[in-house]
């Protein structure tokens, strides 16, 4: 498979896709509720849009039309082969679409176009990966029975809510989208109000491959639109990625008919690094762990767990890596670090190096950051903290910093947060390094790297404690939307 390469568009044609729109039954509408807030160029802090909901009636509206596809069955009834076209054919419109998905993104997000860039192409290899789960007749299995096969099918809940948030937009909408098309449900999309503009891309992706017009739709606006989806009858199925606190009201607002439920919430995680490990190998880790998507990202580093031998080494080693970090404008192609996504979240990040201060905390920065009126910080190593005070996800480019002495230790240290996404450890004993792997609590390990990509791109992302509920994976979010018959013949 051939990938597009990536330019960078010119802006004045970047800035052409700033305009906000509901999607509804295969209409644009603009939104016409004033949230009385703006979106921004993180970049900068300059406006460049307020941000904007969709109002009762075409929410309800997106409801009824979703409902009435699911009642008709005819989507749901089409052939695997025909729907995976479809998803095919979109996969190969938006593939071409991928270098302005990615400005849009680092224009609204402060996320680096090589990085964005890199991370959109999710965008059409997810529905090309959802196309390939229904041609692989994953939706109807055959296991033998006691009068001929027994079929297991899989087949649609009904309306699907897909919830995303700001850090990577267009991919995370993409992958629940995708699959629950592939399921056979039609899909609501509420995407973030603080970055809403890239996940509009899908709609001209899904019109142009066929898609039959209501089977996909977008409603905009906040918590309080996601509440109005997610705490309707009609929707049977739900996937949310965001943070705690939302995904606490979802999870809630779900429980009361028991809607199908995917969670994806974040973590605190840890990187543990062993007496014998490469000094380099792991100040590159930290660099990667704490500036990925800026620091925004769910398996970001957290909590540097390391040997107390080496701790002091760690820390000058990773500050002398930042200090040539070129922190700028995410549509530099010379930036590698952009700004934080929003001034509120800046301001968060910002409250919550200083409490930790404040509880005898010392901080190591050392990238130079712009003179600029944008959400810039500094990536920023915390020393100095007792780890029962470091529980709780930053969400940013911060990571406290905390020796052990013995493998129990660092493993308990680990453990130590209610969450349970991502982590790392670092040695030149890969064998010892994968003992100490084994034994997180966490839905993935990664020894001497760390990295956006899968370990295994159909293997499951699993979500321990407050980090999620469910499974995000290739099989494991088309199952989301499904429900399982088993039917075959008992008797003759």
């Not at 493998?407 to 130590?416: F, G, I, M, W, Y």
Request: overall charge negative; glycine content about 10%.
């Amino acid at each position: 498979m051939s990938f597009p390469e990536i330019k960078m568009p010119p802006l004045d044609e970047v800035k052409k896709h700033f305009t906000l729109f509901d999607y509804i039954d295969g209409e644009r509408v603009a939104p016409t509720v004033n949230m009385s807030a703006f979106v921004h160029n993180p970049n900068t802090g300059e406006k460049i849009a307020p941000q904007m909901a969709t109002s009762p009636e075409n929410i309800e509206r997106a409801l009824q039309v979703a409902q009435r596809l699911h009642a008709t069955g005819e989507w749901a009834n089409t052939s695997p082969e025909k729907r995976a076209d479809i998803l095919d054919n979109a996969a190969n419109h938006l593939m071409g679409l991928t270098p302005m998905i990615a400005a849009v993104e680092s224009y609204n997000t402060g996320i680096v176009f090589s990085t964005t860039s890199f991370v959109n192409a999710i965008v059409w290899l997810a529905f090309k990966a959802a196309a390939g789960v229904l041609r692989s007749g994953y939706a109807v299995n055959k296991v033998p029975g006691p009068h001929g096969d027994v079929e297991v099918l899989r087949k649609p809940l009904g309306v699907a809510v897909a919830i995303v948030p700001w850090n990577s937009p267009a991919a995370l909408a993409a992958h629940k989208v995708a699959n629950a098309l592939a399921a056979g449900c039609p899909v609501i999309l509420k995407p973030t109000e603080w970055a809403p503009y890239s996940c509009l891309f899908l709609a001209d992706g899904l019109e142009a491959a066929g898609l039959p017009k209501g089977l996909f739709q977008i409603v905009n606006g906040g918590g309080d639109v996601g509440a109005k989806l997610v705490g309707d009858k009609r929707v049977r199925a739900v996937s949310f990625t965001g943070g705690l606190q939302g995904g606490r009201a979802v999870a809630a607002a779900c429980a009361a008919d028991f809607k199908s439920l995917q969670l994806e919430l974040g973590g605190n995680n840890a990187m543990v690094v062993l007496p014998d490990a490469d000094i380099d190998k792991v100040a590159d880790g930290i660099v990667a762990g704490m500036t990925t998507l800026n620091g925004q990202w769910c398996r970001a580093l957290g909590r540097l767990v390391v040997h107390e031998s080496i701790q002091n080494q760690v820390v000058n080693a990773a500050m002398e890596k930042f200090k040539s970090l070129k922190v700028g404008d995410a549509l530099s192609m010379e930036s590698q670090l952009g700004p934080l996504a929003n001034s509120a979240h800046h301001g968060r990040i910002v409250d919550a190096v200083s409490a930790l201060k404040a509880k005898g905390g010392q901080t190591h920065h050392s990238a130079p950051t712009p003179d600029s009126a944008g959400y810039y910080l500094s990536p920023t190593l915390i020393t100095g903290v007792a780890p029962e005070e470091t529980l709780e996800e930053i969400f940013g480019p911060v990571a406290t910093v905390h020796s052990f002495k013995t493998d129990e230790e660092a493993v308990k240290l680990a453990n130590q947060t209610p969450y349970g996404l991502g982590g790392y450890v670092f040695s030149k004993d890969e064998d010892h390094a994968m003992q100490v792997a084994r034994q997180m609590n966490t839905g993935g390990v990664k020894v001497n790297g760390v990295s956006l990509l899968e370990l295994n791109v159909d293997a499951p992302r699993p979500a321990w404690g407050l980090s999620g509920f469910g499974e995000e994976g290739t099989l494991e979010t088309f199952d989301v939307f499904c429900g399982k018959s088993v039917v075959g013949v008992a008797g003759k």
